[in-house]
């Protein structure tokens, strides 16, 4: 067993691009811990959207050796949807380096997590890195480094991941600064489950922290939120390629194989105990992730719909993140609604089903989860617009708010507050960092930051705001259901939830849209929104009259003729709506447009 | 009705004769017509003929009822040339023979070859007679031009004769289209056979990169009732979506193609049916004569329909005429009412079902009717 004091166990908090996959891999390669021949750049990130993203969605560990100590590069999750995530992996840690491009500075998310790993009362080692970059502003940086966290600017490291240069010196910065684990071998088991992955010939493999005691390879295990006992098929550490133990003492950190099939049974947050001599308490800090982004995933192509659900059950396996339960539209057919901690989330799932399972999706706009209160002084709960009951049965809506931080630069500080109060934000906190860099402290309707207000902040400011946001509880607010109708029938896919101020903007752009998009019918079609029965704007699909081809001679006729059968072959696909044929294409690119 | 005997006219043949020859491209324009390669016409004059001659001889080529000269321009073509690729065709008596004519290229001259020649009739693209709108559909004639051209051809003695007007080009007026249609009805001798078109944006065409150009569809729905009133007062009867006929003037070559009937055609990108197999030439001038030059196979492409194929094809074609379909061919919907009309055992398309064809179309059930006869 290893002793404590050889122990270091840290974490990289960084923005996405400012080179945390980098050092990663000079740090793997600077211990010796992958052979150079098989290094490859990014090494720890194992999903091909990572990679291309350039973030990290699975956290992942890995022991490595400097100068006789024990080293644990425990990374986290790179993005502000996977919050609870980055939590669980801090609290396995000690300390963190915090790295930033030192052509940048920090940025809002990197902020949050550098105050969430202060808060686990975790060692900061800050460092700055792309020095050899000819932007670079390596005294700025430190400054507001300075400035921003209370760390002595002298203590800030400068290195060049890319190069090298510096890492030998940041690794000995850890070793000096960052405190040994501290851990009571005798106590009972007590060992934290801060990732879990999926393998498909393995089952759920769990990073885990072992806090309190032992962790031998022959011990029943309790998992004491799930209440599930398990017994350990293999115990092991990553150096980075897995490596069986027979125990792990406490400060360690490894892998745990216990038979469990997805990963729902080994959520992060979970302490592991001995089911023989379980520990009275579990460790603090569990939470039950909740979906706050929900969305309806229909596939294309109706055909496609098991394929679906099988992906997303197999996707599930690996993420226990993410809810689906049957949804069926009328414009869109069967599909799922789907539940997401977040937009980034979304997008990659729906990325994932695909890409790794080569489908076909149309996603309708993303909603949230609004607490409907009703007259009869019931609650209801809803995160599909379709399915708010109408205004005479509701007594009021509340929706859920975010605590939203943005750092910007100075001269964006109009741009930026213009844009959140735009968006129904309430400042409330507004600071210089520096004379260059501003931070922001919004309350804001989560709905109005699912609905594009990030794509907005980036083109506003150039790309240079950062935002980062955490859950803020619920608030009432006037909000109202808006239909839109095609030929007096509601589709139900693009019903909304908006504020009442916004009601008419939305009825206008999306009655507007959808005349552009449905095709001229044998008769005049009227597309409306309303909210309830009241009409807040209308538009006419008028009738067509003329569709026919002037000329059909000889050369025209085999071109006329396929062209004809294509017709009647799209008629069959064509959604009938209130007597109206509308081409799915025509929703899916409303869709689209809305984004 | 009388049209529906000249629809399935039996033992008819058609001959296609493509000439790929413009002085200018219009903006419209997508037929395979080149304005650069007038030093091919002789050469290509010579592989019409060769072509012809080996149909004779490897296909049976039966005797045509109708020759037509299509184009591009065959009014370009010496009309030496022209009659010497007419001479290879053997023809049945009383075959009818159109040639496609440009204003600028009608003379006394001319038509007097095409007499000679064994030309029965006459096509020529007036297209309209308001500067500004020929102007805009990128003609080079001028509307005096073209009216003098008409005259002429109305006094040179053919059998039938036949003008081309295009509606809903960028520019014309409810007014100028009105003109159009008076203009031409007002001739001392007007035609007794007219084509209306609704000016069509093909891809690829100058017209189709210029969206602010291309017409208003409700607007040519306006001007296609209107044309098909004035034209009905005037004796011409409805032959086909565009075409309207005096008695007995209609076109037996182009009844031919809607009647799903047999033609072949000769020349570069013509193209040919017989009995249920489609097939086309090679699209340029040059490959084609350098295909016949060398005893190659000039054709680029071919289809065999099948037997569902055919019969929608035969439907489809037929619902462009007063002919019209079998009554069991159309379901019985409210969303067919006042675009179909019942004559006898067939259903016919109205003036607003005309316009609507291609919807009409994709509502026919051609396994209702069973085997084409």
Known sequence: ?595 | MSTSEAVGDRGAFGVYVHVPFCASRCDYCAFATYVDRDHLMASYADACVSEVRRAVVEEGLPEATSVFFGGGTPSRLPAHLLAAVLDAIVRAPGCEVTVECNPEDVTDELLDAYLGAGVTRISMGVQSTSPRVLDGLGRRHQPGTALAAAALVGAAGFASWNLDLIFGGAGETDADWERSLGDVLGLDRPPPHLSAYALTVEPGTPLARHPARHPDEDVQADRYERTDAVLEAAGYAWEEISNWARPGHQCRHNQLYWAQGDYRGIGSAAHSHRAGRRWWNLRTPDRFVHAIQAGVDPTAGAEVLDVRQRAFERLALALRTPAGVPVAALPDTSELAGLVERSGDRAVLTVRGRLLANMVTTRLVPDAVGEPA
């Open chain 1, 1 to 595: 067993m290893l002793s404590v004091d050889r122990i270091r166990n840290f974490s990289i908090i960084s923005h996405v691009d400012h080179g945390k996959s980098t050092l990663s891999d000079r740090i793997l390669e600077l211990t010796g811990a992958v052979d150079p021949r098989l290094m490859r750049e990014q090494y720890l990130d194992s999903m091909d959207i990572e990679r291309e993203r350039g973030i990290t969605i699975k956290a992942q560990n890995v022991r490595v050796t400097w100068r006789d100590h024990t080293l644990h590069l425990i990374d986290t999750p790179g993005h502000v949807d996977f919050g609870y995530e980055v939590s669980r992996s801090l609290a396995a840690c000690e300390g963190a380096v915090l790295l930033v491009d030192a052509s940048q500075g920090i940025q809002a998310q990197t902020l949050a997590n550098c105050y969430q790993a202060l808060e686990h009362d975790l060692e900061i080692v800050a460092v700055l890195n792309k020095i050899d970059l000819p932007a670079a502003d390596p005294e700025r940086c430190a400054a507001e480094i300075e400035q921003v966290l209370g760390l002595d600017a002298a203590d800030v490291l400068r290195i060049s991941a890319k190069t090298g240069e510096g890492v030998p010196e940041l690794l000995d910065a850890v070793l000096a600064r960052v405190p040994p684990p501290t851990g009571d071998p005798d106590l009972p088991l007590r060992a934290l489950i801060f990732d879990s992955a999926y393998d498909q010939y393995r089952g759920v493999v769990s990073s885990i922290r072992v806090v309190d005691g032992t962790l031998d390879a022959r011990d029943r295990l309790r998992f004491m939120h799930s209440g599930a006992r398990h017994d350990i098929e293999e115990i092991g550490v990553r150096t980075p390629e897995p490596v069986p133990v027979v125990s792990l003492g406490p400060g360690e950190v490894g892998y745990l194989i216990a038979g469990i099939k997805d990963v729902g049974g080994a959520r992060s947050g979970e302490t592991v105990t001995s089911d023989v001599r379980p520990a009275p308490e579990p460790l603090a800090g569990y939470r039950d992730p909740k979906p706050m982004v929900f969305c309806g995933l229909f596939p294309i192509d109706g055909d496609e719909l098991p394929d679906l659900r099988d992906a997303l059950e197999k996707l599930r396996l690996n993420d226990a993140s993410f809810t689906y339960e049957p949804e069926s539209s009328r414009a869109l057919g069967f599909g799922f609604r789907c539940g997401f901690l977040g937009l980034l989330h979304m997008e990659i799932v729906r990325e994932r089903l695909e890409r790794e399972f080569d489908l076909a999706l149309i996603a309708t706009a993303p909603s949230v989860a609004y607490r409907a209160f009703l007259t009869d002084g019931s609650e209801v709960r809803v995160d599909n617009p379709s399915e708010l009951p109408e205004p005479s049965q509701l007594d009021h809506v509340d929706e859920p708010m975010l605590r939203a931080t943005i750092l910007t630069p100075a001269e964006y500080t109009g741009t930026v507050m213009e844009l959140c109060q735009s968006r129904r934000g309430e400042l409330v906190r507004m600071e210089y960092l520096s004379p260059e860099r501003v931070e922001f402290v919004y309350v804001i309707p989560l709905a109005e930051v699912v609905v594009s207000f990030f794509d907005q902040l980036k083109s506003r400011t150039k790309g240079y705001a950062s935002l980062d946001y955490e859950p803020e509880g619920y608030a009432t607010a006037d909000l109202v259901k808006v239909d839109l109708l095609i030929n007096r029938a509601p589709v139900d896919a693009f019903s909304t939830i908006v504020h009442r101020t916004q009601a008419d903007v939305y009825g206008r752009r999306m009655t507007e849209k959808l005349r552009e998009l449905i095709p001229r019918q044998l008769f005049d079609v009227p597309i409306q929104a309303a909210i309830g029965g009241r009409v807040l704007a209308r538009e006419t699909v008028k009738a067509r009259r003329k569709d026919v081809l002037a000329k059909c001679y000889g050369g025209d006729i085999t071109r006329k003729r396929k062209l004809l059968e294509k017709q009647k072959e799209g008629k069959k696909k064509m959604k009938s709506i209130g007597r109206v044929e509308v081409p799915q294409e025509a929703f899916v690119s409303a869709l689209r447009l809305d984004d």
